[in-house]
């Protein structure tokens, strides 16, 4: 596993975002592990989480031109990442949307750079698809190319069908998903830290859930 992604669990687990026991998902399932990106409340964890995001974009050797959040988890992710970016020495301009529409000012409900290009959409997780899809509407309406998703964490769990959620979304769109970790990662830093029994719970659960 990357340093990074292991650092990245390490983080997560310390702020309480990635927790183990039992937990009941959206779709009813009994979860073994539950990831709340929403606990990265603080500036420093903010600080930090846009440096994983800016390293997992690097590494996966995206090609993008800007960057896109969604409203509303969307928009301190897409700052924070911009910033680690150009503080590594790349810089991007970004974009994010309102839920309402403006009617004076600038009016519209795009805020930040045009959009344009190759545009890289940022989350935290995908489950129904429904930020994804109203990402790539925004983008396409714009003339600009949706490129990419990149999320914090990749569950590698089926949908409402064979697919995963990321999976879904490729297949629809035909644009590459990254994530900064996956399932794979949780259970091989389980492993290596001799945490059989939360790692047999992760197993099993992949086993009824999962996807490759």
């Known amino acids: 596993m990357s340093d990074f992604r292991q650092e990245f669990i390490e983080f997560a687990i310390s702020r309480n975002v990635l ?26 964890s903010l600080r930090k989480l846009g440096q994983f995001y800016a390293k997992a974009i690097l590494g996966a050797q995206l090609p993008f031109d800007m960057l896109f959040g969604p409203a509303y ?16 020495g790349h810089n991007y301009p970004f974009c994010f949307n309102r839920k309402e529409v403006k009617d004076h000012g600038e009016g519209g409900n ?15 997780v995908i489950s129904a698809g429904v930020s ?15 490129c990419g998703v990149i999320i914090a964490l990749d569950r590698m769990e089926r949908g409402n ?10 297949h629809a769109y035909g644009i590459q998903v990254a994530s900064i970790i996956n399932l794979d990662d ?27």
């Open 19 to 44: 927790c183990f026991g039992e937990f009941k998902t959206k779709a009813g399932r009994m979860s073994p592990y539950f990831f709340n990106a929403g606990l990265f409340n603080d500036g420093d």
């Open 73 to 88: 988890k969307g928009i301190p992710l897409v700052s924070a990442i911009v910033i680690a970016l150009a503080e590594s």
């Open 110 to 124: 795009l805020v930040g750079a045009p959009l344009a290009g190759r545009v890289l959409i940022v989350d935290d």
């Open 132 to 146: 994804v899809r109203e990402s790539v509407g925004h983008i396409c309406t714009s003339g600009a190319i949706p």
């Open 161 to 170: 069908g064979e697919l995963s959620a990321t999976q879904e979304v490729h």
């Open 186 to 212: 949780i259970a091989n830093y389980l492993r290596d830290r001799n945490l059989g029994l939360n790692l047999r719970a992760i197993e099993s659960y992949r086993a009824q859930y999962g996807v490759a």
